[in-house]
């Protein structure tokens, strides 16, 4: 069983829970109730607050914080300085704990630097955020989401790479995958060969 590694800067409070192979880095604090998965990796600067839940080799770059409310799948991807939010109207005068509205990130995707989540939206599998993205509505799977606010302008696949569109059946120019389309609906169909 791989050791959690916690770097002597970062605070993980007590009733937090942090899996094996997992690397807490500098100025880290994980608050109590945090569930964080095995193998994942938390970088310089980041917050993980009471009630998340991290599943199994998430990456989470430097300077984010993920607020009470945020759930996020295996093997999802968030790069330096990204933002997640918990409530939709804050004002610093008004409390409004009990409006947290959930957002959830799907397996397997991936969100660019500096990309904004608005709460209260799924991100589905593989999805691809771009670098400075403002989401503000849900997410189709494998969808390649640019601009603010964020549109979708492709497909993307479950490596990562922009797939090609062929009248309604799409491939993966690098691993060889193959998938259905149907509307804002894409599907696997055929492993790779490549």
Wanted: proline share 4%; hydrophobic share 40%.
């Amino acid at each position: 069983m791989s050791e959690v590694m916690i770097h002597p800067s970062a605070f993980v409070d007590a009733g937090a829970q942090v899996g094996a192979g997992t690397k807490v880095w500098h100025f880290c604090h994980v608050m109590p109730g945090a569930v964080i998965g095995t193998h994942c990796s938390l970088g310089q600067n980041v917050v993980v607050m009471n009630g998340v839940r991290l599943g199994t080799n998430v990456k989470v770059q430097n300077n984010v914080s993920i607020y009470e409310g945020v759930e996020i799948e295996d093997d999802v991807f968030c790069g330096p300085s990204m933002v997640f939010t918990n409530v939709i109207n804050p004002r610093s005068a008004v409390s409004r704990k009990h409006e947290y509205r959930r957002t959830l990130v799907r397996r397997g995707a991936s969100i660019g630097a500096n990309a904004t989540i608005v709460c209260g939206v799924v991100i589905g599998q593989f999805a691809f955020i771009g670098a400075g993205a403002v989401v503000t509505k849900d997410v189709p799977d494998h969808a390649l989401m640019i601009g603010v606010p964020a549109k979708r302008t492709g497909w993307v696949c479950e490596c990562g790479v922009k797939l090609v569109d062929e009248a309604m059946q799409l491939s993966c120019p690098e691993c060889g995958k193959a998938y259905a389309r149907r509307g804002e609906k894409v599907t696997l169909i055929a492993e790779g060969g490549r």
